[in-house]
């Protein structure tokens, strides 16, 4: 298995609700990532986990919480998000956290917050 | 200024045509990615290198360390490489360029 998936596709949400993102992949990489990505921009890392602890917050809102649950599985939390915070989420993956190391992409979450 | 800097920011060329991508950096680097996303967002990672040269079917890519610079070429292009390409850098931190976007027409 050489693919990380994520749930849902696509998501609309108020500003006053609560959902979560999900992320998976079965590669036995042990580092994970969340970018956020708005439209004909390039990514922006939010977070990294290096197994299962995170190592990178990129100053992040406290509206986004992340969680890495097991070495296959991270989630990211959203409360209260904003208009400004629609964009699509995107989670990798590697076989390490360093340079080196390729990094393998879901095929996002759109968010539309409302 | 970019820490990763692509040319051109948009491409159009027939079907058939050979293709470069250029992308320059000015950070220090341990290696280099060429990514490619589709529309609708899905991102695939093509080539990671640190030296070189490396080609995968019709896709080459390479790498100068000396002028921090390489190239993404695409030979005998087809519509279905239309997407955006993506060059970015990893070291201390990871750098993307703003992207490419390529249309191929029939």
């Known amino acids: 298995d050489t693919e990380v998936t994520q749930t849902p596709k696509h998501l609309v949400m108020g500003m006053t609700n609560k959902k979560s993102l999900k992320c998976e992949q079965h590669?036995?990489?042990?580092?994970m990532y969340w970018y956020k990505q708005k439209a004909k921009k390039p990514p922006e890392l939010m977070f990294v986990?290096?197994?299962?602890?995170?190592?990178i917050n990129e100053s992040v809102p406290s509206r986004f919480s992340p969680e890495c649950p097991n070495s296959s599985l991270l989630n990211l939390h959203l409360h209260a998000l904003q208009p400004e915070d629609s964009a699509l989420y995107l989670c990798?993956?590697?076989?390490?956290?360093?340079?080196?190391?390729?990094?393998?992409f879901g095929p996002g979450t759109r968010l539309t917050v409302l | 200024k970019n820490e990763v800097e692509q040319s051109p920011q948009n491409l159009t060329a027939q079907e058939g045509e050979f293709i470069t991508i250029n992308c320059s950096y000015s950070?220090?680097?341990?290696?280099l990615h060429w990514l490619q996303q589709h529309p609708g967002g899905g991102i695939v990672s093509l080539f990671m290198?640190?030296?070189g040269k490396k080609k995968h079917g019709r896709l080459i890519a390479t790498i100068n360390i000396q002028e921090k610079h390489s190239s993404l070429h695409i030979t005998a292009s087809h519509p279905r490489d239309s997407a955006v390409y993506i060059c970015?850098?990893?070291?201390?931190?990871?750098?993307f360029g703003t992207g490419t976007s390529l249309t191929v027409i029939p």
């Open positions: 970015a850098v990893s070291g201390n931190q990871f750098y």
């Open positions: 950070v220090g680097i341990s290696a």
């Open positions: 590669m036995g990489h042990r580092a």
């Open positions: 290198l640190s030296s």
């Open positions: 990798a993956s590697s076989q390490e956290a360093g340079a080196l190391n390729e990094q393998f």
């Open positions: 986990y290096s197994y299962e602890k995170l190592s």
